[in-house]
């Protein structure tokens, strides 16, 4: 009986040896008489494995083939005049190869062929790789349990190495595409988002809010250089074809020093490049008015500028209140600088200014004793601020202001410029078109209804290094209301804590940013990817036969994972960043962009700019930059190879 079962048993082996041979034997057979495609087919195998494609983008190829074959198809049609067999003449050309290359004249047999044989070639490839990447996703291809893992990442370093090849190409990857999008770089890898050679980024998505996260050295200002340099084009490409405003592009750099001074002068330059006729970097060698403001919201800021103590202390800051509105809201007219404001602080300049008015005299009597206290803290105030709150100058006189903010050497002076500049901006957002305010020589505010003020300006606050002055800027506050402003808003931190001192501000943040989140390398992306979502993935104990069949014994349960993977982001080489967007993710290798020549030395203020006049119909509005002559290699970025 045992030597029944042993022959069993080599029978069977032996059956099953034969059963492989036989199959080998077709398959290699097969795969001899259509030699041409299966060379094809086994190149584009390789090449997809080699640059991590997706199994779509060879399917993609074959598609393309099409018109080729039909080409061929007709062409034959017309030298037979036999319509009916047109479907036949695949199989004519392959023997015709055959008899051809047994002659000796192969070149000539491949290229009558060749029209067949590719997109057949290309669908084999297809059809082998879409099975080895399914195979690899249900954790049922390879030879060791671990294969699918070594798979995945073996593939995530041959598509950085192609999106580094991309961008490296020259006009492979421009700064606009045909439809006015921001291209950011090459996208390494798509998940629940369309995978494309490039990352694009409809323009609307920068006029919306947008979060940026990364940790120092991990390309953060090459991000925000290209995000900056694209929303500049864009906005003067609509503004060229009459479909936009003027664009301003207001930069909040909270981090100061000579680091600081260096983006600045890069950015001068990137965006001179990309169409913004004048950049102005304040304070350093550009001022702002903050005096323009309704005298109400100008009392507002002043008082918010110091900070105010709590509990017993909230005596004095109503103290402070009433003394500033006195000498802001006084009947000769608000303030025209810090020196006058400084000025009206005296208990006898107050009295004198309101001796009209008996309420407004009662106060200036009630709190003559802490005038000199509120004089002292606020000549104080003005003295860390500098000269750069004082004008001239308004957000008008440039297409770019770059602000510089010592966050890092003064964080209190800091905090108060960051939310004087924002109040600035927010009043000039929201302020109406025809008039605009000038200062008299009286020290105080006149009416100037000959400026023109921009009514439709497009403009996108960028705040970097927000992480400096979030203490006391609330800006989750103007992402709530910058909306209706038509003020997009753009805070970029080096970590998720560094977007605001609580964790519920911080999710006010990203409940309001639908323009995405950037996230570069930063050891805690986990709030971020949570706020990503996660899609459906299945895991099962069935058995995959072959070809997407599977064994009907065993279970299968669907489960939940992230979309944004953790471990990934942890990982992001410089230059690195995952655009989160509705759900999806596409990882890309940003493109950096070229800065042209130093600028030459310019005056210590910005001059106003002429105002734009309406344009003409089929005219480009006056002011519209055209190809600026010291371009240089950013001229291939903007208007492409």
């Known amino acids: 009986m045992i030597g029944s079962y042993l022959t069993w048993l080599a029978l069977r082996a032996a059956g099953r040896a034969l059963r492989t041979a036989a199959k080998v034997t077709a398959a290699a057979a097969a795969a001899v008489a259509a030699a041409p495609a299966t060379i094809v087919a086994v190149y584009a195998y390789v090449l997809a494995w080699l ?89 049922t291809g390879g030879l060791t349990a671990s294969s699918p893992i070594t798979f995945d990442l073996r593939q995530w370093r041959h598509q950085v190495r192609t999106a580094r090849a991309r961008i490296a190409a020259p006009g492979a990857v421009p700064l606009l595409g045909r439809r006015g999008d921001i291209v950011a770089g090459a996208v390494i890898r798509a998940v629940q988002h369309p995978m494309r050679d490039v990352a694009r980024v409809p323009y609307q998505r920068l006029r919306s809010h947008q979060v940026v996260i990364g940790t120092t050295g991990t390309g953060k200002t090459t991000l925000l250089l290209r995000l900056w340099a694209g929303f500049v084009a864009a906005a003067w490409q609509r503004f060229a074809a009459g479909s936009g405003g003027r664009p301003l592009l207001v930069v909040l750099d909270c981090k100061g020093g000579a680091d600081s001074r260096r983006v600045a002068d890069r950015v001068r330059r990137v965006l001179r490049a990309a169409g913004a006729q004048a950049t102005a970097i304040w304070p350093d060698e550009a001022s702002l008015s903050l005096w323009q403001l309704p005298p109400d919201q100008l009392t507002t800021t002043l008082l918010a500028l110091i900070e105010q103590g709590t509990g017993a202390a909230a005596y004095y800051a109503d103290i402070m209140e009433a003394v500033v509105s006195l000498a802001v809201l006084a009947p000769c007219g608000p303030p025209a600088d810090s020196a006058a404001f400084l000025s009206r602080l005296d208990g006898g300049w107050l009295a004198t200014a309101h001796a009209a008015d008996p309420v407004a005299l009662e106060a200036v009597r009630s709190s003559a004793r802490q005038i000199a206290d509120v004089a002292l803290r606020y000549r104080a105030l003005f003295r860390r601020l500098g000269t750069g709150l004082d004008g001239p100058g308004s957000f008008d006189d440039a297409d770019v202001w770059y602000c510089i903010l010592e966050g890092t050497a003064e964080t209190a002076v800091a905090e108060a410029q960051a939310m004087a500049l924002v109040e600035l901006l927010a009043w000039h957002a929201a302020r109406p078109g025809g008039h605009a305010r000038g200062h008299g020589t009286d020290g105080t505010v006149r009416q100037d209804t000959t400026s023109t003020v921009r009514q439709d300006a497009e403009i996108l606050l960028a705040v970097d290094e927000f992480s400096a002055v979030s203490r006391r800027v609330s800006i989750w506050k103007l992402y709530e209301r910058a909306r209706s402003l038509g003020l997009a808003v753009q805070v970029s931190a080096q970590s998720w804590q560094g977007l605001a001192p609580t964790e519920d501000d911080r999710y006010r943040i990203a409940g309001t940013a639908d323009g995405g989140f950037w996230l570069l390398r930063t050891p805690y992306p986990e709030p971020v990817c949570d706020l990503a979502g996660s899609r459906r993935m299945v895991d099962t104990t069935r058995r995959l036969l072959g070809w997407w069949l599977w064994r009907s014994d065993g279970y299968s349960r669907a489960h939940y994972t992230r979309v944004v993977d953790a471990d990934i982001v942890r990982s992001l080489d410089v230059g690195q960043a995952a655009y989160i967007y509705r759900g999806g993710v596409s990882y890309v290798q940003v493109k950096r962009v070229v800065a042209g020549p130093p600028a030459l030395p310019g005056p210590a203020h910005v001059l106003p700019r002429p105002p734009a006049a309406p344009a003409q119909p089929g005219a480009p509005p006056p002011g519209a930059p055209g190809p600026p002559p010291d371009a240089g290699p950013l001229l291939d970025e903007v208007f492409g190879p």
């Open 51 to 139: 640059l991590g494609w997706p199994p779509r983008r060879l399917r993609r190829a074959a598609a393309w083939c099409l018109p080729m074959v039909a080409v061929f198809l007709a062409a034959q049609a017309l030298r037979t005049r036999r319509w009916g067999d047109t479907w036949r003449e695949p199989f004519g050309s392959w023997r015709q190869m055959w008899r051809l290359a047994a002659s000796g004249s192969i070149g000539a047999g491949l290229a009558g062929v060749a029209p067949v044989a590719i997109p057949a070639g290309l669908l084999i490839g297809w059809l082998a790789w879409s099975y080895r990447v399914f195979a690899m996703e249900t954790g």
